[in-house]
């Protein structure tokens, strides 16, 4: 895309008017000194905002506006500043991102616990011996599991809570493991 120097932004197969002269819509092939001189120039679009960490809008000049989501749960307004309320008449909150977080950690920790909860289950039911390698990677998802929620409710701001997802690398750049939201072990 393209800016005249009146602020209209252009696409390349599509004509445009200024100052009482319509150009055509093969305008992209004029070299890049003519459009200079009649003070076209390309927009370049920046890098998109993380839609984990930020709300954004896109302007038509392909620059961006971004908020911070909340890190914390929000209680709901309305334009007055009066509590939004359920049908039950208890307020309503909006999930914070530590909240949304926790709760993916929980349900990726369930998801790795799931195929072994029958051993668990045959083991309180029928004292049936859980097998030692599945004891030890139970034992080893839940204790990720609160070493993340851990990691995540301590976040204190967004640069820390943004560090989370971060994968960690050696001085050349490899990766050297997990980002530390996603950091479960694997089953041997």
């Known amino acids: 895309m393209f800016k005249t120097s009146d602020g209209q932004v252009i696409s390349a197969g599509r004509s445009w008017s200024q100052d009482g002269v319509t150009h ?10 003519y459009k200079a001189s009649l003070g076209i120039t390309e927009i370049v679009e920046g890098p998109h905002p993380d839609s984990r960490f930020y709300k954004w809008s896109q302007n038509e000049d392909l620059s ?6 909340s890190l914390s749960d929000v ?3 309305d334009r007055d500043g009066n509590a939004v309320k359920d049908a039950d008449g208890n307020q309503i909150i909006y999930d914070g991102l530590k ?3 926790i709760n993916k950690t929980k349900t990726t920790a369930n998801g790795l616990l799931a195929p072994s909860d029958w051993q668990v289950i045959a ?8 097998d030692s390698a ?9 204790s990720a599991c609160a070493t993340i929620e851990g990691a995540i409710t301590n976040a204190a701001d967004m640069a820390a809570f943004k560090v ?9 750049g490899n990766p050297t493991g997990n980002q530390p939201v996603h950091d479960w072990p694997s089953m041997d």
Do not use: C, M
Not at 164 to 172: G, K, R
């Open 24 to 33: 055509p819509r093969n305008w992209h092939i004029w070299s890049a000194d």
């Open 64 to 69: 961006y506006n971004q908020t911070e989501k």
């Open 75 to 77: 209680p709901a307004v």
């Open 99 to 101: 909240t949304i977080w």
């Open 123 to 130: 083991k309180a039911e029928r004292d049936r011996a859980v």
């Open 134 to 142: 599945v004891a030890t990677y139970r034992a080893a998802v839940i």
């Open 164 to 172: 989370l997802f971060d994968t960690p690398v050696d001085e050349d």
